[in-house]
């Protein structure tokens, strides 16, 4: 069975992308090649059965031609030894199958188990790094050990997929950190 997107469909999947920080992916205008839709579906991406992460969601348009597959509700579970770590929610996005990046975006949320939060309007996946990153404006919520919260609000972050910093961090433009909380006074 084909299926083929409408002009207008194309059109408005790019407005939407550029109302965003981000931009559409520039491939993705292109119709050529078998396009296949499907409704509440699943990736997992597992080795020796240890699952790495899974990636799901409400809808999706999948191209054959380049392995492009456009995501609407999308969720991604990421893994540690085969327990849950962290977890992705946005919007939409668009996936590169064969070359692993994704594109996440609208209401980007990511949240691991120690409770480290990240939202943003845009967030790049990178599968052979494992690492996201994002040139749009963020705010990352830190829980400190002693029971205080530091909250970062500011443009551009590299992070693991465990919402950890990678190497260095290396701030790209202006931000800001709030720590709120009783902090310890030794007199």
Not at 57 to 82: C, H, K, P, W
Request: charged fraction near 20%; proline fraction near 2%.
């Amino acid at each position: 069975m084909r299926i083929r997107i409408s002009s207008f469909a194309v059109f408005c999947a790019g407005l939407i992308c550029l109302a965003g920080c981000g931009k559409e992916p520039a491939d993705w205008s292109d119709e050529s090649g078998q396009i296949q839709t499907v409704a509440d579906f699943r990736l997992v991406q597992a080795e020796d059965g240890i699952r790495e992460w899974m990636l799901s969601g409400d809808s999706a348009v999948y191209r054959e031609a380049d392995s492009l597959l456009f995501m609407t509700q999308v969720n991604i579970v990421f893994y540690e030894n085969d327990i849950p770590e962290s977890f992705v929610r946005s919007d939409t996005g668009t996936s590169d199958l064969v070359g692993g990046a994704t594109i996440l975006w609208g209401n980007v949320h990511a949240e691991n188990t120690s409770g480290r939060t990240l939202d943003t309007d845009l967030l790049n996946w990178s599968d052979s790094l494992e690492t996201f990153d994002t040139d749009c404006l963020v705010t990352f919520v830190i829980p400190e050990s002693d029971g205080t919260v530091t909250t970062i609000h500011g443009r551009g972050v590299n992070l693991d997929t465990g919402l950890s910093a990678v190497g260095d961090v290396i701030v790209r433009e202006s931000f800001t950190a709030v720590t709120s909380g009783e902090l310890p006074f030794d007199e």
